[in-house]
């Protein structure tokens, strides 16, 4: 992780003082594997460079709608309304999960079972103690130690929380009444807050005892232990790419191409009852029409020439179905005028 994040680094220094016009970006930390490995095959081919801040999605949504960015990324799609209030657009641009991990000693990774409720309990802090009883139920052949759970969540806005909390609100009446859903949420006192995800990461790895929740690609890259989770269906499931396609396929996305809705808790015995999409949000009318056009450039060339590069970032590509649709909503963009933006005529 720590190579993959210095790519992500050095593509946001080096390339954007390579060129210009360079393409700028800021959001979601899950997508930034994924748009510097876009961004470096782009650069070889077109020699156009991409500035991309992993601030969080809350942050990132902010800067689109300041306009100081051409381009941002959320892992939780904005409203109708709200799109149409800000005057965006946005599209997905591939699918992960998110993982509840944690730190067990002497405990190999995959092995603890939980479901919805538990993490709910264990994350309003109405269960504390590893060897709880409900713990030991769902777990009988692991040794659970006498020990304090230390959870850790995250300190700023994002939207890996927005959808741990929306699948925790869906599953359990309790903690929808209490937390509910949110980028932010107003965590138990004794919970200790970090920032980023690299911050948690961090934290769970030196914190013996420890549960938090993170991006897919960094449980593989940072070799975090991680629980499986009881689905929908009532089977327990490790996360992987084949169950974040899962729960999109049986989802609005892959049925009618509506990628509005969360992925959350879907139906399917292979889904992953915490998958979610990552999104790109730009701005429907541009204010800079040669920064925009870039944007779609990239994007567009990204999916045409780059799907092969999403699973080398432990992400699942978005069906033909649903990228014919992404192509249909960047025709909308379009200059003060109201004249759509050409943007097709590169190799």
Request: net charge positive; proline share 4%; aromatic share 10%.
């Amino acid at each position: 992780m720590f190579k993959l994040l210095s790519l992500c680094l050095i593509l946001s220094v080096h390339l954007s003082a390579l060129a210009e016009n360079a393409i700028s970006g800021a959001g979601s930390s899950a997508a930034a594997p994924l748009y510097a490995k876009w961004a470096d095959a782009y650069n070889k081919k077109m020699k156009i460079g991409l500035a991309y801040q992993a601030v969080g999605s809350s942050a990132g949504i902010k800067q689109i709608k300041a306009k100081t960015v051409d381009f941002a990324g959320s892992d939780v799609a904005m409203s109708v309304a709200d799109l149409k209030r800000d005057d965006l657009i946005q599209f997905p641009s591939a699918i992960s999960g998110v993982v509840p991990v944690v730190n067990l000693p002497g405990i190999p990774t995959g092995k603890l079972k939980l479901t919805g409720d538990l993490l709910a309990d264990i994350f309003a802090r109405k269960i504390s103690q590893w060897n709880d009883p409900a713990i030991v139920a769902l777990n009988p052949d692991l040794k659970l130690p006498k020990k304090i759970i230390e959870v850790i969540v995250r300190q700023e806005g994002s939207g890996t929380t927005y959808n741990f909390t929306d699948y925790l609100s869906k599953v359990n009446a309790e903690w929808q009444s209490k937390y509910g859903k949110d980028f932010t949420i107003k965590w138990h006192a004794e919970l200790i807050q970090v920032k980023g995800s690299s911050g948690v990461s961090a934290a769970v790895k030196s914190t013996p005892y420890a549960i938090s929740f993170i991006d897919y690609n960094y449980v593989l890259q940072d070799n975090l232990s991680y629980a499986i989770l009881k689905n929908r269906d009532g089977k327990f499931v490790s996360p992987s790419a084949e169950a974040f396609a899962a729960s999109m396929n049986n989802s609005g996305w892959k049925s009618n191409g509506r990628f509005e809705e969360m992925l959350t808790d879907k139906p399917g015995l292979n889904s992953w009852p915490i998958s979610m999409g990552t999104f790109v949000i730009l701005q429907k009318t541009a204010t800079n029409v040669e920064k925009s056009i870039a944007a779609l450039k990239f994007f567009t060339w990204s999916f045409m020439n780059g799907d092969h590069l999403v699973r080398t970032v432990d992400m699942v590509r978005l069906p033909d179905s649903i990228q014919a649709r992404i192509f249909k909503e960047m025709t909308t963009v379009t200059d003060a005028k109201g004249k759509p933006l050409q943007w097709m005529n590169f190799p």
